[in-house]
Nanobody
């Protein structure tokens, strides 16, 4: 099973940027679609962004559209989340996750953030006003 390690979190002021990275223990292109999730204290975990195996399709929760960009490197071992124009409400623990299988899209009825199989330990993002 793939192992995932996030990095890049930290504390920034509102309007700032951070880039999160997720290092995978194996090449993920053929076997996993990938996603970023977050969980704030007292709130449920929510899907933030997802990307298909090929990287051709990306998905975002409405609250981050136009501000966050998910991508994966050409080697298929690192997932990124570029976060711009950060807001205090983006404060959360951010998790990288892998969804086993080969998907050309994540347009199923339950959406792109359903049923992920492997998770990292998370990296904290704190945005101050």
């Amino acid at each position: 099973q793939v192992q995932l390690v996030e990095s890049g979190g930290g504390s920034v002021q509102a309007g700032g940027s951070l880039r999160l990275s997720c290092a995978a223990s194996e090449t993920t292109y053929s076997s996993y679609s990938m996603g970023w999730f977050r969980q704030a204290p007292g709130k449920e975990r929510e899907g933030v962004a997802a990307i298909t195996n090929s990287g051709r399709r990306t998905y975002y929760v409405d609250s981050v559209k136009g501000r966050f960009t998910i991508s994966r490197d050409s080697a298929g071992t690192t997932l990124y989340l570029q976060m711009n124009s950060l807001k205090p409400e983006d404060t959360a623990m951010y998790y990288c996750a892998a969804k086993r299988g080969y998907y050309t899209d994540l347009d199923g009825p339950r959406g792109p953030f359903y049923e992920y199989d492997f998770w990292g330990q998370g990296t904290q993002v704190t945005v101050s006003s």
